[in-house]
C-alpha cells in the first residue's frame, strides 16, 4: 500500500536560515507522482510542486528547491533564506495507479508544520 | 487563473441535520474529488467522481455521504445525518486528467458539527 511519510511534525527556525522538509515514500508502482502543498494558516491548500517517478531532476523555484531520490524513496524540500510568510504546514502527497481504480487519488503525509521567527 | 470555488467557506450544523457542500470545479476539467482534513490532522481522499459517477470512494465515505453533479457545472457533497466526528475541513479538487496533471484544489469549506 502508498504511504507518505514526513517524520518532522514541526520544526523552528530563524529568518534568513534555510530549512529542509523531509517526505520519504513507498509505493510498488514504478509510475507514480509526488507533490507538496503549502497549507498557510487561512487553511487552503496551496500547490508547490508535482514530480513525476521518472524525472529525478531537482528542481529549483526561487527560494525553494527539491531534491528527488528514487534509491531511497525521498522527496525533500528545501527552502533557502526562509521569511516570516513561509510559516504554514507543508504536506508532501504522492499519486500512483496502485491507490485506486485509475483515478490517482492522492495520499498525503501527516504534514510538516514550519515557524519562522523574525 | 481559473479557480475551484467552495461554498460556503464556515458551516455551523447540528448534530444529525443534513448537510451540503457546495464546489463549482474548474469549466474544463472531467474529475472531481473530495477530501477531508480532520483539524490538525493530514489530509483524506474521500471520493473520486468522472464521467458522471463515482470512480472511487474509501472507507471514510460510508452511506451517509453522496456526491452529485447535479447542473454540468455544480459538484456537490451531501452528509445525510451528521455526527460529531464530521467536523472538518473539506477541500473540493479537480483535475484535466489524472496522473500526472495535478489537482486544484479549492480553498476548502469548514464544517462544524455541535
Known amino acids: 500500500a502508498q504511504k507518505v511519510t514526513q517524520a518532522q511534525t514541526e520544526i523552528s527556525v530563524v529568518e534568513k536560515e534555510d530549512v529542509t522538509l523531509d517526505c520519504v515514500y513507498e509505493t510498488r508502482d514504478t509510475t507514480y507522482y509526488l507533490f507538496w502543498y503549502k497549507q498557510p494558516p487561512s487553511g487552503e491548500l496551496v500547490f508547490l510542486i508535482r514530480?513525476?517517478?521518472?524525472?529525478?531532476q531537482n528542481e529549483i523555484s526561487g527560494r525553494y528547491s527539491w531534491n528527488f531520490q528514487k534509491s531511497t524513496s525521498s522527496f525533500n524540500f528545501t527552502i533557502t533564506a526562509s521569511q516570516v510568510v513561509d510559516s504554514a504546514v507543508y504536506f508532501c502527497?504522492?499519486?500512483?495507479?496502485?491507490?485506486?481504480?485509475?483515478?490517482?487519488?492522492?495520499?498525503f503525509g501527516k504534514g510538516t508544520k514550519l515557524s519562522v521567527i523574525p | 487563473e481559473p479557480e475551484v470555488t467552495q461554498t460556503p467557506s464556515h458551516q455551523v450544523t447540528q448534530m444529525g441535520q443534513e448537510v451540503i457542500l457546495r464546489c463549482v470545479p474548474i469549466?474544463?476539467?472531467?474529475?472531481f474529488y473530495w477530501y477531508r482534513q480532520i483539524l490538525g490532522q493530514k489530509v483524506e481522499f474521500l471520493v473520486s467522481f468522472y464521467n458522471n459517477e463515482i470512480s472511487e470512494k474509501s472507507e471514510i465515505f460510508d452511506d451517509q455521504f453522496s456526491v452529485e453533479r447535479p447542473d454540468g457545472s455544480n459538484f456537490t457533497l451531501k452528509i445525510r445525518s451528521t455526527k460529531l466526528e464530521d467536523s472538518a475541513m473539506y477541500f473540493c479538487?479537480?483535475?484535466?486528467?489524472?496522473?500526472?496533471?495535478?489537482?486544484?484544489f479549492g480553498s476548502g469549506t469548514r464544517l462544524t458539527v455541535v
Open positions: 479538487a479537480s483535475s484535466f486528467r489524472t496522473g500526472d496533471y495535478g489537482y486544484t
Open positions: 502527497a504522492l499519486s500512483d495507479p496502485y491507490s485506486g481504480a485509475g483515478s490517482y487519488q492522492l495520499t
Open positions: 469549466s474544463n476539467h472531467l474529475y
Open positions: 514530480r513525476n517517478s521518472f524525472d529525478e
